[in-house]
């Protein structure tokens, strides 16, 4: 199975986090809460960019690798990337699952370090003869974004570092396809997007303190141990 997470935030006041699994070749399932919205619907894309240096504008367009015209979820001829609309309650809370087949985690047309963007307004989903509507749905602004990075499993990485202080399936990292653990003196572990594990040297010493630093979306945390 493979894994991605987007952790959403914006000058807005929208926040959330938005999971996403794919096993083998199975459409991949979204999961997700955003909160800050106003009430009601909401357009959800993937854009083609991971690029937020410029914010939500630098994202780019909705990921279309097939070059086809917006539309609905459900339409054959649909941009990869449109994901329909998520609603918000009246307390500005979206909760939803989405399960589509046309935003694999792995492949050519893999959405990891693609951007997740959250609109102002009502994905039209191509239908509302607006001159926007075969190209973004006239969905508005965007209020929030972020890029999805995928993420190891605990148990693949515990298990794999052989960590003295830790147990398999007990502890969760992130942002993988960053690459890099670091211990103090050098790099000790690279792991790839697809999970391979690289080990160049190990300069450890006995009784000597190393620490890992993991980046897990925006927040990063430290393991200690002794080897």
């Known amino acids: 199975m493979v894994k991605a997470v987007a952790v959403l935030s914006s000058?807005?006041?929208?926040?959330?986090?938005?999971?996403?699994?794919?096993?083998?070749?199975a459409p991949t399932t979204v999961t997700g809460e955003v909160s800050g919205l106003k009430p009601g619907l909401h357009g959800f894309h993937v854009h083609a960019l991971g690029d937020t240096t410029n914010g939500c504008m630098s994202t780019g367009p909705h990921f279309n690798p097939g070059g086809k015209e917006h539309g609905a979820p459900e339409d054959e001829h649909r941009h990869a990337g449109d994901l329909g609309n998520i609603t918000a309650n009246a307390d500005g809370v979206a909760s939803f699952t989405i399960v589509d087949k046309q935003i694999p985690l792995s492949g050519a047309h893999s959405i990891v370090g693609r951007a997740v963007v959250v609109h102002g307004d009502p994905d039209d989903l191509g239908k509302g003869g607006h001159e926007l509507s075969k190209t973004t749905g006239n969905a508005g602004g965007r209020v929030a974004c972020v890029t999805s990075r995928q993420y190891m499993q605990n148990k693949e990485l515990?298990?794999?570092v052989d960590c003295p202080v830790c147990t398999c399936g007990t502890w969760q990292v992130g942002d993988l396809q960053?690459?890099?653990?670091k211990t103090a003196t050098s790099i000790a572990y690279h792991l790839t997007p697809t999970f391979n594990i690289h080990k160049p040297y190990l300069p450890y010493s006995k009784k000597v303190p190393q620490m890992f630093l993991i980046i897990e979306g925006i927040k990063m945390f430290r393991i200690d141990w002794q080897i």
């Open 178 to 181: 960053l690459g890099r653990l």
């Open 11 to 25: 000058s807005e006041g929208v926040k959330g986090t938005i999971y996403f699994t794919q096993e083998g070749d």
């Open 158 to 160: 515990a298990c794999l």
